[in-house]
Nanobody, 117 residues
Framework: QVQLVESGGGLVQAGGSLRLSCAASGIIFSVNYMAWYRQAPGKQRELVASVTNRVATHYADSIKGRFTISRDNVKSTVYLQMNSLKPEDTAVYYC???????????WGQGTQVTVSS
């Protein structure tokens, strides 16, 4: 059974930092592409950042230079370091695992990030 468990969300003032973690089980973590998505109230879920199994990264334009995605294959965990947070970063952040072998996507339950102005 695949499980993705996010942690690290919370309330922070604008300009602050948070580090999200997503611990995976039930998958061959090193094979999977990992990503963070977010969904703000009334908006569609959007890709924030992704990292392939070869550690190539991709970032949404809105967060470039402020967020960093990384992965630890030993711990089966993916991280999202978020700096210089803005109120518009407020959303539920979801962890995603995509297997290039099976084309299967798995999702975490989400963690709330709220940035106050």
């Amino acid at each position: 059974q695949v499980q993705l468990v996010e942690s690290g969300g919370g309330l922070v003032q604008a300009g602050g930092s948070l580090r999200l973690s997503c611990a995976a089980s039930g998958i061959i973590f090193s094979v999977n592409y990992m990503a963070w998505y977010r969904q703000a109230p009334g908006k569609q879920r959007e890709l924030v950042a992704s990292v392939t199994n070869r550690v190539a990264t991709h970032y949404a334009d809105s967060i470039k230079g402020r967020f960093t995605i990384s992965r630890d294959n030993v711990k089966s965990t993916v991280y999202l370091q978020m700096n210089s947070l803005k109120p518009e970063d407020t959303a539920v952040y979801y962890c995603n695992a995509h297997s290039p072998w099976t084309n299967r996507d798995s999702w975490g339950q989400g963690t709330q990030v709220t940035v106050s102005s």
